[in-house]
């Protein structure tokens, strides 16, 4: 059996666009092979109908014959545009000239005959026998496979008996053929022996390819109709009927009182002549879209899709959360803001001189000291009682002080170690939480205001506590709710990592998968858009390959070419030429791509013409007489009942 491959051999890679351009120089329209139309001919008044006409059955089959390639850029985004289908960068993109080898099997039905012995069923004298009778055949494709053949046969308008249907489901399984969107069954393309191309020409290799590929669709075809017979099969069973049932029985009685009565039960069998034959070569260009850029763009701008055919299911259910990986993380300077505020806030508080200018301490007559500077606060051997932890202990404010002195000594540690940028915003978070409790409500107690004026005047050093109100409003009004936000942007940023992680696992699935999706994404948007994506894509590729050739060989590059007919087969775009070719314009052909001539005669390319049974909806009941007569019965009827719900009938047994 011959193995299917995509690209042609490196020995059938000629000049391209000599070929092109002799194509170009064929008339527009190929002559008809019919001849003349005939006149029509009315019926006659009161004819009788014609003799019957024999069942016949089409089936359309093709594969690529890719003889050489064309050199297609696919841009940077910085120069030339990047090449792209459906707005999805192109990665890895093939383009080659070559013809399209279409095949015809015909399916002729011969007979209907009596097969294999399926069921045997023994009554005994005058007994009454009800009988369900069941046929089934066991699916061998897929759904989508069924619906693929099915769309066959609305494209193409060709009546395709279901026993003719069967053989071709099981065939495209078993050999991995293809419904392509010509309506055609593709086979792949045959590989050719390795010094073919060299040594016996294009000619011989296209002849060679073509008899291999019809006999392996004879091969198939005949494989396929065994295995049917082998999984088609009939059952007879028993059952019990009442009044109530609502099932199609037969109801068979033994009339005989002396013997017993077989009941058997055979399949039928359609017998067909299938012939196989080459019909057409067409030139065609063969695009074949091997990358696309699978990334966070393509995942936010396809969800239908990816909904729709993702192979994992779980990957399907996370499909949500990955979307939301592929929108940008939103981050502020918020965080940057918390920080200098609360640096600022600390140095007011502790650091900047002269904030109130207040005078200075006097003793009477004497100066004891300028007590604008935060640490005179804290030094408890300036000014005799007038220092700052006296001066809070004696206002109840003595645990505020202490905690600002403690704070303070911390601060100036890390001031001192260059760690204060790392633990500005912790610094001041737990000292304002600290004073906030203890002294706001001071400062609105009727009670404790005498004493908050006593730790405020001018008369002590107690420039710290003049300082606490604007360092607590700058920590909750502008520190707080900037460290709020930083949080929550933390938790987002958390969500959004998990979001990248779905996010990456499913671009790796669908890279890893990508010839599947590619086949699927091209299919999914050449339905949605009626193959207008198609049509667009097939115009810029051959845009790109007419870049620098000949203007001769552009025109006809793009006027021999049926860009609207283009179609999908798997990752494959086929654009098909207008006309297709005889035998001396074969030969013609790849005399320009190769600059050999060599005869070329499509009768050459010998049909297979198989003998194929299937097994056929149905069943044949035969009724036989036991051999055996038991003596002393007298003689029943010689007829045997068999009756159905909307109906009765008699058949005469003889003996």
Request: charged share 20%.
């Given at each position: ?161 279901k026993e003719v249907v ?6 495209s399984r078993t050999r ?208 005799g009682d007038q220092d ?268």
């Amino acid at each position: 059996m011959q193995k299917a491959v995509t690209v042609p051999p490196p020995e059938l890679v000629h000049d391209c666009e000599a070929a092109v351009r002799y194509l170009g120089q064929l008339p527009t329209a190929a002559p008809s092979a019919s001849g003349p139309a005939q006149d029509p001919v009315a019926l006659a008044v009161c004819s009788a109908p014609d003799t019957r006409t024999p069942p016949q059955f089409l089936v359309h089959l093709r594969h690529p014959f890719p003889m050489c390639e064309f050199v297609i850029g696919l841009g940077d985004d910085i120069d030339i545009p990047k090449l792209r289908f459906s707005c999805i960068p192109v990665t890895n993109l093939r383009l080659y000239l070559g013809l399209s080898v279409s095949f015809e099997q015909r399916w002729n039905l011969l007979r209907l005959a009596i097969g294999d012995l399926s069921s045997t069923v023994g009554l005994a004298p005058l007994e009454k026998l009800t009988l369900e009778v069941q046929a089934s055949q066991r699916k061998v494709l897929e759904q989508s496979t069924l619906d693929s053949t099915d769309e066959l046969d609305s494209t193409e308008s060709t009546t395709i008996d279901k026993e003719v249907v069967n053989v071709m489901r099981a065939s495209s399984r078993t050999r991995s053929w293809h419904v392509d969107g010509s309506g055609s069954l593709s086979i792949g393309t045959p590989k050719l022996g390795g010094s073919l191309g060299i040594q016996a020409g294009v000619q011989e290799s296209l002849s060679q390819s073509s008899q291999a590929a019809i006999e392996h669709i004879s091969e198939t075809t005949k494989k396929s109709a065994h295995s049917l017979k082998t999984i088609h099969k009939l059952e007879v069973r028993g059952v019990t009927e009442d009044f109530r049932q609502s099932r199609m029985t037969r109801v068979v009685k033994n009339p005989y009182t002396d013997r017993a009565l077989s009941l058997n039960v055979f399949q039928l069998e359609k017998h067909y002549s299938v012939k196989t034959a080459m019909v057409e070569l067409r030139p065609a260009l063969f695009i074949d879209v091997r990358g696309l850029d699978f990334d966070a763009h393509f995942v936010a701008s396809h969800v239908d899709f990816l909904r729709l055919e993702l192979l994992d299911a779980p990957l399907t259910e996370e499909l949500p959360l990955a979307l939301r990986g592929t929108e940008p993380l939103e981050r502020s300077d918020k965080a940057s803001a918390a920080h200098d505020t609360a640096l600022l806030a600390l140095r007011f508080l502790f650091d900047v001189p002269n904030l109130f200018k207040a005078r200075h301490v006097q003793a009477g007559p004497t100066d004891l000291g300028d007590p604008n500077a935060p640490a005179t606060s804290f030094n408890a051997n300036v000014g005799g009682d007038q220092d700052g932890l006296d001066d809070a202990a004696r206002n109840d404010v003595g645990v505020v002080f202490t905690a600002l002195n403690y704070f303070y000594a911390v601060y100036r540690e890390l001031v001192a170690t260059n760690r204060l940028d790392v633990n500005a915003v912790a610094l001041a978070g737990a000292l304002a939480t600290e004073i906030k409790e203890r002294w706001i409500p001071m400062t609105a107690d009727v009670e404790s205001r005498g004493k908050i004026r006593n730790v405020l005047d001018q008369g002590d050093f107690t420039e710290i506590f003049r300082r606490i109100t604007g360092f607590l409003a700058m920590v909750s009004g502008m520190v707080t709710p900037l460290v709020e936000a930083v949080a929550q942007e933390e938790a987002a940023a958390r969500a959004h990592r998990a979001a990248v992680l779905a996010l990456e696992r499913l671009l790796e699935h669908v890279r890893c998968n990508r010839n599947y999706y590619i086949q699927r994404l091209l299919a999914y948007l050449s339905a949605k858009t009626n193959a207008q994506t198609i049509i667009d894509f097939v115009d810029e590729v051959i845009e790109r390959a007419a870049t620098g050739m000949a203007p001769s060989t552009q025109t006809a590059l793009r006027s021999v070419f049926d860009h609207s007919g283009a179609f999908l087969d798997r990752q494959q775009i086929i654009v098909p030429a207008f006309r297709a070719l005889t035998s001396a314009q074969v030969e013609e052909f790849c005399l320009a791509l190769s600059g050999q001539r060599q005869p070329f005669d499509l009768s050459r390319i010998a049909p297979a013409v198989d003998a194929v049974e299937v097994p056929a909806d149905g069943l044949h009941l035969e009724l036989a007489a036991g051999a055996c007569i038991l003596e002393g019965v007298p003689p029943g009827t010689n007829s045997a009942e068999l009756s159905l719900h909307d109906g009765s009938f008699k058949v005469a047994v003889g003996g």
